[in-house]
């Protein structure tokens, strides 16, 4: 507590200094981001997604820029479970925040594989899952859009996961992302995140060819704010807000005034993603910016904020 302000959240059981957290693929495994900034004043970390093999990812170009966001076709390139438990837990260990590890798989037997192994690890607060990607051929968002195969793998998940909170990461681009977000938690989800990255695509005009090596990438950054806040809303009212889940979330956010924007349509807690990239401690002026929001708005418990929208 600061100023008669408390910006504490509980999450899934977790108690968290502050609702901030950076997000997967934007971040690295934390040794990266903390030569930037203190990654303890952060509410919490989520990993790059890790897979059971290491993966080199897609071809390059694999980043492009747009209007208020980019593309990114990174593909899960990461340093696969073994040299994660090897050499960037103990990283982790020392990083005095929540470290929420994002899972990704191509078969539910390959996510079972990967939790079953991290589950034991202390560094190790909860895990995201991302079936959400839409940058791999197989797996990845696959899993996603279809609500029985959402159940079928958290479910899956769940049963291998021991004590950690088990988040689920959603998929923009479907027709009820209420009805997957149902899935999830009907079948075990502790927490769920949203929004994950919309396929896109930038064209070269001269080549007449897309930009990106893999086609397609997934858009993130500001220019898919307002979908995600009206999502996070949507999920919210209909799903999380009955259960008591709560929902981490993201997509374009970089001022304080949009964390607060999320809060108000029902996240508990915010992520930060793009922004990271042109200000990688952005986290530390956003959390500021929410407990001064708080100050001059007379909320004495960021809590009171959080799905506190108004229809009138
Ligand atoms: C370069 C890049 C890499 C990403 N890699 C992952 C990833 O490995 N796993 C994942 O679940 N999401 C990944 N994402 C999606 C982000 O975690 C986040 O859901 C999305 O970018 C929306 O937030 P933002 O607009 O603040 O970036 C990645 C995003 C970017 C820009």
């Known amino acids: 507590m600061t100023n008669g302000v408390d910006i504490s959240i509980e999450f899934a059981g977790l108690k968290l200094a502050n609702p901030v957290f950076t997000v997967s693929g934007t971040c690295g495994y934390a040794d990266e981001l903390a030569d930037f900034m203190d990654i303890k004043s952060l509410g919490g970390f989520i990993t790059k997604s890790i897979t059971l093999k290491p993966r ?11 209007d208020s966001g980019m593309l990114n076709a990174i593909g899960w390139a990461n340093v696969g479970l073994d040299k994660f438990i090897e050499e960037k837990i103990p990283i982790l260990e020392k990083m005095n ?21 991290l589950a034991s690890q202390s560094a190790i607060a909860g895990f995201e899952l991302n079936i959400s990607c839409p940058n791999v051929e ?15 793998v958290t479910s899956a998940v769940k049963k291998v996961c021991g004590e950690k909170i088990l988040m689920v990461k959603l998929a923009p681009a479907v027709t009820d992302i ?6 999830a938690v009907d079948a075990g ?19 007449r060819m897309p930009v990106l090596a893999n086609r397609t990438g997934g858009l993130s950054g500001p220019a898919i704010k307002p979908i995600a806040v009206y999502l996070v809303n949507k999920v919210y009212n209909d799903v999380a807000k009955g259960g008591g889940i709560p929902i981490l979330g ?10 607060i924007e999320f809060i108000i349509a029902g996240a508990s807690a915010v992520g ?26 007379n909320i004495t418990n960021i ?10």
């Open 56 to 66: 080199k990812g897609n071809a390059a170009p694999r980043i492009v820029e747009t």
């Open 189 to 207: 989800a502790d927490a769920l995140s949203l929004i994950n990255t919309f396929t896109a695509m930038v064209i070269d005009i001269e080549t």
């Open 178 to 183: 209420s009805a997957t977000a149902k899935a």
């Open 272 to 297: 930060i993603g793009t922004a990271n990239f042109m200000e990688p401690d952005c986290s530390i002026r956003i959390i500021e910016g929410i407990r001064q929001y708080c100050t001059r708005s």
């Open 303 to 312: 809590r009171e904020l959080v799905g506190s929208l108004s229809l009138e």
């Open 138 to 152: 197989q797996g990845g968002i696959n899993f996603g859009t279809d609500p029985k195969q959402v159940g079928e």
């Open 97 to 117: 925040t929540a470290v929420f590890v994002n899972l990704a798989g191509q078969t539910i037997n390959e996510y079972v594989a990967v939790t079953e192994r």
């Open 250 to 259: 993201m997509g374009g956010i970089r001022t304080a005034s949009d964390a």
